[in-house]
Each structure stands twice: as C-alpha cells, then as structure tokens.
C-alpha cells in the first residue's frame, strides 16, 4: 500500500530537548515537504526537498532543521525546540500526475513543547 | 507573496448543497486544487482544476473557476454527514513539486 508514515503520532516534550520527526514514503517520490497546520493560520510548509541532499526552505524554516540522505526519509529535526513550536506537523510526499502534482499526506505528529 | 483566502466554516443542512469559495492572489497560479482533511488524519486530493478550465465536474463535486477575478469555488451536491470535514483550497504556480500553497480551511458543518 502506498503511504507516508510518521512517527511519533504524538509527542510532549519540554523547552530544549532535541527532537527528531521521522517521515518515511514507499512511493520512490523524489519531492517531499514538511508542513506545520495552527488553527486559523492552515498549513504552512517549513521545507521541502525536491530530491537526495537538496532541500530548501518553506515559509517558516526557522528552529527546524531537516535532511534527505536517502530518497525515502525525510526527518524533520528541531534542536532545541520551543513552545511556539507546539502544533500539528505534517510530513507529504510528491507524485507527478498529468494534471501537475498530486501530494500525499502522513498522518501527523501532534507536538506538544512545553 | 501568494495567498489563498477562505472563510473558515460553514455550516449547511443535511441534503442542500454546499458551496466553499477561496480566492487567491497569485495570477500565475497553473493549477489548482481542493483538499480534505478528515477529523485526526491528513489532507487527501479531493479534485483540482487546470487554470485554462473553468468547469469541472466530478460525480457531487463541481469546482468553478473565474480567472479573471481569481476566484475558485467547490460545490458539494447532496451534502451527507460524510462530508463533515475541513477543505483547502490550495494553488500552485509551479505545479506543485516543491510544496503548495494552502488557504486557511473551511470547516463544513452538516446539520441533520
């Protein structure tokens, strides 16, 4: 089955310990991104990685860290996270189709620092 | 920078039809998309549309686009308690391969 899995799916930690989301896709895409969802601000992307050590920041990188050594696994790492960092991540993997790009969605890791 | 807008709930009864409007900035924008995102999981592609189109339907799903005035809208027909949800209209002028941008989410809230 086609997926994007995300672990941990919940998360509470405290101000400073380092963190690390693992993202993983079966689909041999090569684009993923990152995202972080708050209510009333929807979805914003932190990076994204359009293949093997080449990622690039989104809208709000900052405080995150990410890497791409292997095509399938995009971790999203936070050094020394904060409690403005609570909210519902979102890791998504690309595929090209013939209207454009389809992403397709983990399930979310629900980070609580506080 | 680009933007999407989007109220951020609407509430219909069950059996009407429910219209979600978005509007977005970017004049580029090559395509575009509505997501569903479904209580505790993820988005999932509910349809797009081509920005030279400005009809598409799909069995309850009718996605309008006036490109002049930048304005996309999603009709649901016969809105079942299934439908209960948050939909993104989200757009992309690259197509999408390094990431979307997502309106803020319309909460549709089906009353019996």
């Known amino acids: 089955e086609a997926q994007v899995t995300q672990n941990p799916r919940y998360l509470i930690t405290v101000t400073g310990k380092k963190l690390t989301v693992t993202c993983s896709q079966n689909m041999n895409h090569e684009y993923m991104s990152w995202y972080r969802q708050d209510p009333g601000l929807g979805l914003r992307q932190i990076y994204y990685s359009m293949n093997v050590e080449v990622t690039d920041k989104g809208d709000v990188p900052e405080g995150y860290k990410v890497s791409r050594k292997e095509k399938r696994n995009f971790p999203l790492i936070l050094e020394s996270p904060s409690p403005n960092q609570t909210s519902l991540y979102f890791c998504?993997?690309?595929?090209?189709?013939?209207?454009?790009?389809?992403?397709?969605f983990g399930p979310g890791t629900r980070l609580t620092v506080t | 920078g680009e933007d999407v807008e989007q109220s951020l709930f609407l509430s219909v009864r069950e059996g009407d039809s429910s219209v979600i409007n978005c509007t977005y900035t970017d004049s580029s924008s090559t395509y575009l998309y509505w997501y569903k995102q479904e209580p505790g999981a993820g988005l999932q592609l509910l349809t797009y549309?081509?920005?030279?189109?400005d009809m598409k339907q799909d069995q309850r799903l009718t996605v309008l686009l006036n490109k002049k005035d930048k304005h996309l809208s999603l009709r649901i027909a016969d809105t079942q308690t299934g439908d209960s949800a948050i939909y993104f209209c989200a757009e992309s002028s690259g197509g999408g391969a390094d990431g979307l941008t997502f309106g803020k989410g319309t909460h549709l809230i089906i009353q019996p």
């Open positions: 549309i081509f920005s030279n189109m």
């Open positions: 998504a993997s690309t595929s090209a189709r013939e209207f454009g790009y389809e992403q397709y």
